[in-house]
């Protein structure tokens, strides 16, 4: 089984709308942390936001912000009032365990979606 | 402060040759990853170091391998390459243990691999 699915290949929304991105994962690990990068055209995987299994709140960063359902082992990305530098490719992303020093820290992405801010 | 770097950015190679893909990771980070991204198929992970021990590694052929200095660089070696290895090779740092466990991955700028 796929341990990150984005099941939306490619989504279009207006400038300054919001938009949401969705991640669903898979893991029996109950200790585990979930990342959003965003890769624009030019390549370079930009860090967004974070969510750990065990946090009570769901993470913010800016206009980022990460709709997590623990049960639905879902991680949905809002970005609110889109701009037109927020077309890119979007990956969601998992590691298991605490991230602890004697711990592994691969990490598992899911295969993307494509983001086009329309002006 | 530095980011990851990554050399060379570009390289062309026939079907049968090696290469070497090499990564310095940000100053301080111990543990270095390696994907290779081709479109359709996102990320995958080829390996994890850190301390110079190979500690996990991905579902790929032998022809993929790996090292890690002391200073934390690292470097990749894929033998005799095939059509498909075409790709986008990625490097990334962690600092562990991060802040507050969060432990994020930070990329360099990769190295396009074209195989003729």
């Known amino acids: 089984a796929q341990k990150i699915t984005q099941t939306q290949p490619g989504m279009f929304v207006q400038e300054k709308e919001a938009v949401t991105l969705d991640c669903t994962y898979d893991?029996?690990?109950?200790?585990?942390?979930l990342f959003w990068y965003k890769q624009p055209s030019s390549g370079e995987m930009i860090f967004l936001i974070y969510?750990?299994?065990?946090?009570?709140q769901n993470a913010t960063e800016g206009r980022y912000s990460l709709n997590f359902q623990k049960a639905r082992k879902s991680a949905n990305l809002v970005i609110s009032a889109s701009q037109l530098g927020d077309s890119a490719m979007y990956f969601c992303a998992m590691r298991e365990g605490n991230g602890a020093l004697n711990t592994g820290n691969q990490f598992y992405f899911g295969t993307g979606t494509s983001l086009t801010v329309i002006p | 402060k530095a980011g990851v770097t990554q050399t060379p950015r570009y390289l062309i190679k026939t079907r049968g040759q090696q290469v070497t893909l090499s990564c310095s990771p940000i100053s301080g980070h111990r543990s270095v990853s390696w994907y290779q991204q081709t479109p359709g198929q996102g990320l995958q992970f080829l390996f994890e170091?850190?301390?110079?021990?190979?500690?996990n590694k991905g579902n790929f052929p032998g022809r993929f391998s790996g090292r890690q200095f002391s200073n934390s660089r690292s470097e990749m070696n894929v033998s005799t390459l095939e059509l498909g290895d075409s790709a986008l090779y990625l490097c990334a740092s962690t600092r562990i243990p991060g802040r507050m466990g969060v432990n994020e991955q930070f990329f360099g700028p990769g190295t396009r691999l074209t195989v003729l």
């Open positions: 170091y850190f301390s110079e021990t190979q500690r």
């Open positions: 969510q750990g299994s065990y946090d009570q």
């Open positions: 893991t029996s690990d109950p200790s585990y942390g």
